[in-house]
């Protein structure tokens, strides 16, 4: 593996995190100059910040270095994955069920406010033809 892909590497990995060199640097505890001549490889503190960038990343070291996971690695990272999906399908489920109760709720609320604007607008009716009676008397 040669140092151009290594940086390609890194670049791609922080672009897929969606991060910016400014909060990446930030996270490292160094300056925006300094990440940049670390992602070019103009410095030769990348292997002092290599296990950071990778949990940073969501990578494991060899992933990041590499650019794809090793054969014997691949098998836990699946089931990571899985894991993590599932955790992620169960979290959104029980924000669905959330916002259905939510929905319900508002839904009867809806419902009692209507039926006392039709009580209000039938009061408001019948003050109307007793003042209509009491003025033409």
Do not use: W
């Amino acid at each position: 593996m040669d140092e151009s892909s290594i940086k390609e590497n890194l670049v791609k990995a922080r672009e897929a995190c969606a991060l910016s060199q400014t909060e990446v640097a930030l996270r490292l505890g160094i300056n925006r100059a300094s990440f940049i001549k670390l992602e070019k490889g103009k410095t030769h503190i990348l292997n002092k910040h290599i296990p950071d960038l990778a949990e940073m990343y969501g990578l494991s070291l060899e992933a990041l270095i590499l650019g794809f996971e090793p054969v014997e690695n691949s098998t836990f990272i699946t089931e990571d994955f899985q894991k993590k999906q599932q955790q992620m399908v169960s979290y959104y489920e029980n924000e669905r069920k959330t916002a259905n109760e939510k929905i319900q709720a508002m839904e009867e609320r809806i419902a009692e406010l209507k039926q006392h604007i039709r009580l209000l607008e039938e009061v408001k009716l019948r003050n109307e033809r007793d003042l209509e009676k009491l003025s033409g008397v």
